[in-house]
């Protein structure tokens, strides 16, 4: 460009508020151009511009265009309507592509007019109509369209990758529950939703890192942007529809889940350290493993003894906190199982000591299966030792106490009564039945030495004087 003045020094002025920019062109111009450039002047605005152009000779004038304190159309205006052989140049870091040159030489005045009238009223950043640049711009947009097709065919390719491979990996467990189906089908769409995002962002990175990388020997800057607002919104509008949408469809699926059944079995599900008691109203039962009719829906009725617990079976995928404090605290969870077969109930609450071991069956059987189990259930036995045994079972005592002398959280059954136990004050006591009676009512007023004191103070509430016998007879059995 600066040689085709016809000169040996190229006059320029330096239109812009910005101290960065100026001082960035002095620091272009003194690199090797092939000519001597002499910096006539900077300015700020357009009256100062005026003067250094009335009184000194000016072969270019670069006009900073993001800058809005300057008024462009004045500087376009006084350049168009002078004489000489001066060039102008609109630059623009933050859009290069609208940078504007006009040369009288090359355009002829009054097609320039004719585009400035256009730009005023417009206020579209435009280049003049001039062939060079119409076809650079076309050259750019090509390879710009060119580059985002081929990145696209990338991130779908990738897309798809990852969805085939997750398919052949078993991300959950079976769907043993009606109320497993629209949980999956909302899981399933998450992940194709996260295989494509991760796909957008990957393929972009590493094929900007690939192919804009800086080449050898090139030491030029970097294109300057300082914003898009279009993308911005763009970007900020699609993963908002995107979250409503999700947002929509989890409702949905949460409404599915808690649709309700009026011949719903009814469970009261009990938590406490560190086991299950499960009891079913209708039939007076209470078992420690949860046995439920296949394709009938049961209602369970959530509550704990001492800390919060959580109901969760994987393969029904639903799952519930329990909490202490009553009935007033107590939760619902509807599960209407579909596949026969035996599953496991954790507790996903951390909760204590043993909260890893806080395990209990639970079996899914076909209605006449579960007829026959509670006619079993409901037959109590004659004798006592076995009643104590089954309610040792059902209230949680052998979740803290062995059979075979092994140690746990609680001293072991094994040989216990009639022993002498030594307590932790150091005292001695007799384990009688009086000792253990009141180890049960009131857990905390003689502690075993070595064992913390960790038993709830309500364990015992639901036992009658009747069962804590029956247990007493079953420890008598243990030598």
């Not at 938590?271 to 079913?280: A, I, L, S």
């Not at 006592?384 to 072991?412: A, I, M």
């Amino acid at each position: 460009m600066f040689r085709n003045f016809g000169r040996s020094t190229v006059r320029v002025l330096i239109a812009s508020n910005h101290a960065l920019f100026r001082h960035g062109l002095m620091s272009l111009f003194k690199k090797k151009l092939g000519v001597k450039v002499e910096i006539v002047g900077e300015v700020t605005n357009f009256e100062s511009a005026s003067e250094v152009l009335e009184t000194q000779e000016v072969d270019l004038v670069i006009v900073d265009y993001d800058d809005d304190q300057l008024n462009r159309e004045d500087f376009l205006t006084r350049f168009v309507g002078g004489g000489g052989q001066k060039r102008i140049i609109l630059v623009s870091l933050s859009n290069p592509e609208s940078a504007m040159l006009y040369d009288r030489r090359e355009l002829p005045l009054a097609q320039f007019e004719a585009w400035f009238e256009g730009w005023q009223e417009t206020g579209e950043r435009t280049s003049p109509p001039s062939k060079g640049v119409a076809r650079r711009k076309n050259q750019t947009r090509s390879n710009r369209m060119k580059h985002f097709v081929v990145a696209g065919f990338l991130v779908i390719v990738l897309t798809v990758l990852l969805i085939l491979g997750a398919g052949q990996v078993r991300l959950l467990p079976v769907a043993a529950s009606a109320q497993a189906q629209p949980i999956d089908q909302l899981f399933r769409l998450m992940f194709f939703a996260i295989a494509f995002l991760f796909s957008l962002i990957v393929v972009f990175m590493l094929y900007s890192i690939v192919v804009f990388r800086r080449r050898e020997g090139d030491e030029s800057d970097a294109r300057h942007i300082e914003g898009n607002t279009t993308l911005e919104v763009t970007w900020t509008t699609i993963p908002l529809i995107i979250v409503l949408g999700l947002s929509f469809l989890g409702a949905r699926s949460l409404a599915e889940v808690e649709r309700p059944d009026p011949k719903a079995l009814e469970v009261d599900v009990i938590g406490m350290q560190w086991t299950w008691r499960f009891e079913y109203p209708r039939y007076g039962i209470v078992s420690n493993e949860l046995v439920l009719p296949v394709n009938k829906q049961a209602i369970l009725y959530l509550s704990s003894q001492d800390v919060i617990h959580s109901f969760w079976v994987p393969e029904f995928r639903v799952k519930q906190d329990l909490l202490p404090g009553g009935e007033e605290f107590v939760r619902t969870l509807r599960i209407t199982p579909t596949e026969i077969g035996s599953y496991k109930v954790r507790c996903a609450e951390l909760c204590g000591i043993r909260h890893a071991y806080m395990e209990s069956p639970v079996i899914v059987v076909s209605q006449a299966d579960f007829d026959v189990w509670v006619a079993q259930q409901t037959g109590e036995p004659t004798d006592p030792v076995e009643r104590g045994r089954k309610w040792s079972n059902q209230y949680g005592c052998l979740s803290c106490h062995s059979l075979d002398g092994s140690k746990l959280v609680g001293p072991t059954w094994l040989g216990l009564f009639g022993s002498q136990v030594r307590l932790a004050d150091g005292s001695t006591v007799i384990a009688d039945e009086a000792y253990i009676i009141e180890s049960i009512r009131n857990p905390g007023a003689k502690i075993v030495e070595g064992y913390p004191n960790i038993m709830p103070a309500n364990v015992g509430q639901d036992l009658s004087d009747e069962r804590i016998q029956d247990i007493i007879a079953f420890m008598k059995t243990l030598r």
